[in-house]
Each structure stands twice: as C-alpha cells, then as structure tokens.
Nanobody, 127 residues
Framework: QVRLVESGGGLVQAGDSLRLSCAAS????????MGWFRQAPGKERELAAA????????LYADSVKGRSTISRDNAKKTVYLQIDSLKPEDTAVYYC????????????????????WGQGTQVTVSS
C-alpha cells in the first residue's frame, strides 16, 4: 500500500512558477513509477508528466513540455513537478499517482494504469 499526499498548490499569477510535491508512505517507493495528472473543471483527467522508477525516463504532455520538470528523490520518497511560466489554462487540480512496476525504466501514460492516487492539490493561475 502507498499513501500519496500532494502539496505546493495555490493561487499564482500568470508567468509564475510552482513546485508541487508528492510525499509517499511505504517502504518500497523506488519500486513505483510515478505520474502527475491534472483535471480542469469540466474536463477529463489528463497526464501532465510521468517518471520511471529510476528517474532515468520522463514524459511530458505537450501542454507543459519545455516549461515543466518532473523529478523524484527516492531517499525522501517524494516526487516533484516544477512548472514554470504558468498560464491560466494550467488551472486544475493536480494529482499524484503511483504504480508498482517491475520495469525500472518504464513510464506510464494512462490514468487506468495507476493504482494509487493522492487527494490532489489545487493550482489556480490568474491572468
């Protein structure tokens, strides 16, 4: 079992930066591939970024590519999502997700593949 707790969201201005954190419980965090998803009002949940168990592979949605960085610290059992140059369209609830993967370098795109989810953190970007 993994419990995920997100933090770092808030109300920011367009052009600002945010770093979201997701702290995980459990002893085997480095067995889990991680993802950050987001859901805007009236829209489906979508992948923002994903990272493999070993931190060597990452994936970004086109909407955040070039201005976001996903990273993980396995010793701290935490995964991060840094988003720069925030836009009003980045406004959403951001969720952290985890899945136990036997493949150290695999990354996962689909929400259905993830087993554990956090409660989410609201990010609101004003123009």
């Amino acid at each position: 079992q993994v419990r995920l707790v997100e933090s770092g969201g808030g109300l920011v201005q367009a052009g600002d930066s945010l770093r979201l954190s997701c702290a995980a419980s459990g002893r085997t965090f480095n067995n889990y591939a991680m993802g950050w998803f987001r859901q805007a009002p009236g829209k489906e949940r979508e992948l923002a970024a994903a990272i493999s168990r070993t931190d060597s592979k990452t994936l970004y949605a086109d909407s955040v590519k070039g201005r976001s960085t996903i990273s993980r610290d396995n010793a701290k059992k935490t995964v991060y999502l840094q988003i720069d140059s925030l836009k009003p369209e980045d406004t959403a609830v951001y969720y952290c997700a985890a899945l136990n993967s036997q493949y150290p370098w695999s990354i996962y795109r689909r929400a259905e593949e993830y087993t554990y989810w956090g409660q989410g953190t609201q990010v609101t970007v004003s123009s």
